[in-house]
């Protein structure tokens, strides 16, 4: 069973805390996002990635940063926690080249800065 | 850029009644589009898609029509059941743009019995 594997389901950090979301993907898909999800904003790209060592900023990177080290493997980095990053964040990936490529999302992490 | 509009939520519904959901949308291209379902405390699934215009996606008893003149792909069932309650996004991706996804801001469904 394809699977898009989030490494937590709840986080709770402290304010200034650098924090690491880790996603891993075992359909060697090329893509890999990131999005947060937020009531009545729908879900917004912080980042994502065509490749290994490849990224690209999406609609809100600021006070995010991301590293793809390994094709499967994508992480997100508040560098500095701040309680406005409270949020459900998603990972996904999908295959490169088609527009029938649909995208598989983990299951979200839920992180509360406190 | 592009992007996707949602009817606003929640819709409230009985079980058996017919479900519309609109969505619109604005692309410089020829999108790709699609419905993602989130169950409550899960992430989101693909529910159905098209990729062009007049293709019906249809899934689970949901269906939608890739409409090219009015931009649209309304979700609709003609029957909702309680375990039909849940978070519907619209989407859009482009080749273009490495299948990067624009979502709509989530349709809130809840079903009653």
């Known amino acids: 069973d394809v699977k898009v594997t989030q490494s937590s389901r709840y986080l709770v950090k402290r304010t200034g805390e650098k924090v690491f979301l880790e996603c891993v993907q075992d359909?060697?898909?090329?893509?890999m996002f990131w999005y947060r999800q937020d009531p009545g904003l729908g879900l917004r790209l912080i980042y994502f990635?065509?490749?290994?060592?490849?990224?690209e900023k999406g609609d809100i990177p600021e006070g995010y940063s991301v590293s793809r080290e390994k094709k499967e493997r994508f992480s997100l980095i508040l560098e500095s926690a701040s309680t406005n990053q409270t949020s459900m964040y998603l990972c996904?990936?999908?295959?490169?080249?088609?527009?029938?490529?649909?995208?598989?999302f983990g299951q979200g992490t839920r992180l509360t800065v406190v | 850029g592009d992007s996707v509009t949602q009817m606003e939520g929640p819709v409230t519904l009985s079980e058996e009644a017919f479900l519309t959901i609109n969505c619109t949308y604005t692309a410089t291209g020829y999108p790709s589009l699609f419905w993602y379902v989130q169950y409550p405390g899960e992430g989101l699934q693909l529910l159905l898609k098209?990729?062009?215009?007049?293709d019906k996606g249809s899934n689970k008893g949901f269906e939608a029509t890739y409409r090219k003149e009015t931009t649209s792909f309304h979700l609709e069932k003609g029957s909702v059941q309680v375990s039909d309650s849940a978070v519907y996004f619209c989407?859009?991706?482009?080749?273009?743009?490495?299948?990067?996804?624009?979502f709509g801001a989530g349709t809130i469904l809840r079903v009653k019995s």
């Open positions: 098209a990729t062009k215009a007049d």
């Open positions: 990635s065509y490749d290994v060592k490849m990224k």
């Open positions: 996904a990936s999908s295959p490169l080249g088609t527009g029938m490529a649909e995208a598989f």
């Open positions: 989407a859009l991706s482009q080749v273009e743009y490495g299948n990067k996804l624009v």
């Open positions: 359909m060697d898909h090329e893509n």
